[in-house]
């Protein structure tokens, strides 16, 4: 029987050590520092989507009004396919994915992505879809009125 403590006991512990060595390569892995939007160069009048992927009541109201005060040109806001994106998305709708990044960089979101279909009503050129990662990447000011 004391065998078995004395096992369970070395057990935990060696498992707490390795987590807490573990540690600052996960958190340098999870927080990588958002691109910086020094040299940002946008062609005027991009099409944009904002879309809300977390279920955060407002969330692509709230980031349309940053978008615009930008200079972006948001053309509509709605809700996502889902609300489980646990990241934020810049998608390149049209191939144009220079133009895809430089939002991205603008907008302080590290993930882009190119998906072109032949949907002959859409409008938007760029989709934006504000995941969990919102809060994280500070994409917007948490302390403002919703």
Same mark, same amino acid.
């Given at each position: 029987?004391? *065998?078995?403590?004395?096992? &369970? @006991? ?15 390569? &996960? ?15 946008? *062609?005027?009048?991009? !099409? /944009? ?6 279920? *955060?009541?407002?969330?692509?109201? !709230?980031? @349309? ?9 948001? /053309? ?14 810049? /998608? ?8 895809? !990044? ?9 993930? @882009? ?10 409008? *938007? ?10 809060? !994280?990447?500070?994409? &917007? ?6």
């Amino acid at each position: 029987m004391l *065998e078995r403590v004395l096992w &369970l @006991t070395a057990s935990v512990a060696g498992v707490g050590l390795l987590i807490f060595a573990a540690r600052p390569l &996960l958190d340098a892995a999870g927080s990588t520092p958002p691109p910086q939007a020094a040299h940002v160069v946008l *062609e005027d009048g991009v !099409r /944009i989507a904002m879309l809300n992927g977390a279920g *955060e009541p407002q969330l692509a109201a !709230r980031m @349309t009004r940053r978008a615009r005060a930008l200079g972006l040109d948001v /053309i509509r806001e709605g809700n996502a396919s889902s609300f489980n994106y646990l990241e934020s998305v810049v /998608i390149d709708r049209v191939g144009n994915m220079e133009q895809a !990044r430089a939002i991205a960089v603008l907008l302080r979101i590290p993930h @882009t992505v190119q998906q072109i279909d032949d949907d002959a009503y859409r409008l *938007e050129e760029v989709e934006i879809i504000i995941g969990h990662d919102h809060r !994280r990447l500070q994409l &917007l000011d948490h302390n403002e009125g919703r």
